[in-house]
C-alpha cells in the first residue's frame, strides 16, 4: 500500500469516527433523553445522559476555561498524532492513530458546541458503574490499545537484504 493510501485510511478512519460519534450524539441528545433520565438496556448496561467538563474519568472537572483549555491540548496533540500518521508506513499504527484523532476530535467538537462532553454509555456490575462514556472515547481506548500492542507484540523489521532464518536452528545450519 502507498503512503498515500495508507494515509487516506488514517484519515477516513478519522473521519468516520467523528460522524458516528456526533450521530450518536446527536441522537442521545435530542431522541432518546428528553428528558435525561436513565434506561436500562440490559442487567450491566444503561443509558444514561452526562457531561464531563474534564479529562477521563471526570478528572479536572471545572470551569468553561478549563474546557477551552482541554481543547486546546486536544487539538495540539491531534497535531502531533497526524505528523506521526504522515510518517508511519504500517497500517495497523496508521489506522490506531485515525482512531485515536477522530476520537479526540469528536470530544473537542462536543467541548467547542456545549462546554462539556456529552457521556451516555453506562456499564456496571454488583454495584459498581463504570464512568459513563462515549463512541469517541471508545475510539481513542482503542486506538490507544493497538498503539501499545504494537509496541509491545510487533516484530522489528528485518533489514531488506536479510531473510529470517526457517529452518529453526542456528544461522546456516
Given at each position: 500500500?502507498?503512503?498515500?493510501?495508507r494515509l487516506a485510511l488514517g484519515l477516513g478512519l478519522a473521519l468516520a469516527i467523528v460522524v458516528v460519534d456526533q450521530i450518536s450524539k446527536w441522537w442521545i441528545l435530542d431522541r432518546v433523553m428528553t428528558p435525561p433520565r436513565v434506561i436500562p438496556v440490559t442487567p450491566f448496561f444503561n443509558l444514561v445522559m452526562g457531561w464531563n467538563r474534564g479529562v477521563s474519568f471526570g478528572m479536572?472537572?471545572?470551569d468553561q476555561a478549563a474546557a477551552?483549555?482541554?481543547?486546546?491540548l486536544a487539538l495540539a496533540i491531534v497535531v502531533v498524532l497526524l505528523v506521526w500518521m504522515a510518517r508511519e508506513d504500517r497500517a495497523i499504527c496508521i489506522a490506531a492513530l485515525g482512531?485515536?484523532?477522530?476520537?479526540?476530535?469528536?470530544?473537542?467538537?462536543d467541548r467547542v458546541r456545549f462546554g462539556a462532553v456529552a457521556d451516555f454509555l453506562d456499564f456496571h456490575?454488583?454495584?459498581?458503574?463504570?464512568?459513563?462514556?462515549?463512541?469517541?472515547?471508545?475510539?481513542?481506548?482503542?486506538?490507544?490499545?493497538?498503539?501499545l500492542a504494537d509496541v509491545l507484540f510487533?516484530?522489528?523489521?528485518?533489514?531488506?537484504?536479510k531473510v529470517p532464518n526457517d529452518t529453526g536452528g542456528p544461522p546456516g545450519s
Open positions: 500500500m502507498t503512503r498515500p493510501r479536572l472537572n471545572s477551552w483549555m482541554l481543547s486546546a482512531s485515536v484523532i477522530g476520537g479526540a476530535l469528536g470530544n473537542v467538537i456490575a454488583f454495584g459498581y458503574h463504570w464512568p459513563a462514556f462515549n463512541a469517541a472515547d471508545t475510539a481513542i481506548s482503542l486506538g490507544a490499545l493497538a498503539l510487533a516484530r522489528p523489521d528485518l533489514p531488506k537484504n
